[in-house]
Nanobody
Framework: QVQLVESGGGLVQAGGSLRLSCVASGRTFSSYVMAWFRQVPGEKREFVAL????????RYADSVKGRFTISRDNAKNTVYLQMNRLKPEDTAVYYCAAEVSMRVTTAPNDYDYWGQGTQVTVSS
């Protein structure tokens, strides 16, 4: 069982920055593909970014490319999402997720473990 705990959400003005963190339990964090998703009430959960096990490869949704950066520290069992130049349309609950079968995938249904989510609100 893997537990994921996100933090770092909040209220920020458009153009501002936030850094989300997600700490994972367990001793095999370095073997997981990690990702961030977001969801607005009434809409489907949307892929934001993923990072492979060693951190050597990343992938981003077109809507956040060039503004968001995903990174990980395997020694701290932590994955981060640095969000810059935030826009009101980035407002959502952000979730981190772990994929334990080493698949590099953007599909939410492929992820095995999820955090509880952290709210990000960007005011105009």
């Amino acid at each position: 069982q893997v537990q994921l705990v996100e933090s770092g959400g909040g209220l920020v003005q458009a153009g501002g920055s936030l850094r989300l963190s997600c700490v994972a339990s367990g001793r095999t964090f370095s073997s997981y593909v990690m990702a961030w998703f977001r969801q607005v009430p009434g809409e489907k959960r949307e892929f934001v970014a993923l990072i492979t096990r060693s951190g050597g490869n990343t992938r981003y949704a077109d809507s956040v490319k060039g503004r968001f950066t995903i990174s990980r520290d395997n020694a701290k069992n932590t994955v981060y999402l640095q969000m810059n130049r935030l826009k009101p349309e980035d407002t959502a609950v952000y979730y981190c997720a772990a994929e334990v079968s080493m698949r590099v995938t953007t599909a939410p249904n492929d992820y095995d473990y999820w955090g509880q989510g952290t709210q990000v609100t960007v005011s105009s």
